[in-house]
């Protein structure tokens, strides 16, 4: 019997289910995000054993299949090409995950978002603009453009934390996305506030979920995660000026990476 199941049949000629079919497509950015899924050495072959990889655009020129299963998608939306694209992956994909930095909130390439119509013939000269650039749009998040079911914040992403949400896009998962500010991370590490040395530090607005890692390095955090949606800015200027931080800084510190999030311009 050690070759067959309950029901007498032989367990190898059973057919096993198909693992899920992954692509991982990149816009503007600098596949920085890409690269750190390759860190995770000693759980990478795990990771690709679950998933048939069907098309990665940093690892192979091949050209992406018409059917999949799961998309993830790092960089911002620059141009009506990748819209496009982006609609097409969520018109195939059950799941899709934004990683980055630049696919969750713009990122960089947000920071050119204001008055961006300008720019292309500022930096090319009237008529110059190289027809490679395509037809350009305002930069604008994954999220701007369709759906997103996962997300993976940070700049750049953490590799645990991809994996971690690449599980939950092929198996489910009922956790709740965390809104709350980075602040609560830092008094739970019991670190030293950067305001209490009067030096800016934007924990306090920032979506919380990777363990205030740069301020326990001794850095600020410079808000890579995004705008928190429970943050309150205009108590954070108020915070700036009690421990004497310029509010200006504050404000073009956000522009960093939430050039295009509504609750800034808002905020104003």
């Known amino acids: 019997m050690g070759g067959l199941n ?9 057919e096993k289910p198909a693992p899920p079919r992954v692509v991982v497509v990149g816009l503007a950015s600098c596949f920085g995000c890409q690269l750190q899924i390759t860190n995770a050495e000693s759980h990478l072959l795990d990771v690709l054993g679950q998933i048939d990889l069907r098309y990665w655009q940093l690892a192979s020129s091949d ?44 990122g960089i390439p947000g920071m050119a978002s204001v008055g961006f ?5 500022e930096v090319y000269g009237e008529g110059q603009v190289p027809a490679a650039c395509g037809e350009m749009i305002s930069p604008r998040p994954v ?17 645990l934390d991809f994996v971690d949400v690449l599980q939950a896009a092929l198996f ?19 670190t030293n506030c950067f305001f209490g040395e009067g030096t800016l530090c934007l924990g306090l607005v920032t979506t919380a979920g990777c363990g ?18 429970d943050a309150n800015l205009a108590s954070a200027r108020a915070a700036c000026g009690r421990y004497g931080v310029p509010v200006e800084d504050f404000d073009r510190a956000l522009e960093l990476f939430n050039q295009t999030d509504p609750a800034l311009e808002g905020a104003r």
Do not use: H
């Open 6 to 14: 309950m029901s007498g049949r032989c367990i190898a000629c059973e």
């Open 172 to 190: 489910g998962s009922n956790r709740m996305r965390r809104t709350a500010t980075m602040c609560g991370d830092c008094k739970r590490n019991e």
């Open 117 to 121: 119509l300008s720019r292309p013939v």
């Open 143 to 159: 999220s701007a453009v369709v759906d997103v079911d996962y997300e993976v914040r940070c700049c750049p992403i953490d590799t």
């Open 63 to 106: 050209p992406m299949p018409e059917d999949f299963d799961v998309a993830v998608i790092e960089g911002a939306v620059t141009t009506e090409e990748s819209e496009n694209l982006v609609r097409a992956l969520r018109a195939r994909a059950a799941k899709l995950i934004a990683i980055g930095a630049c696919a969750t909130t713009a």
């Open 212 to 229: 205030a890692r740069c301020v326990s390095l001794g850095r600020p955090c410079n808000g890579c995660r995004g705008l928190s949606p």
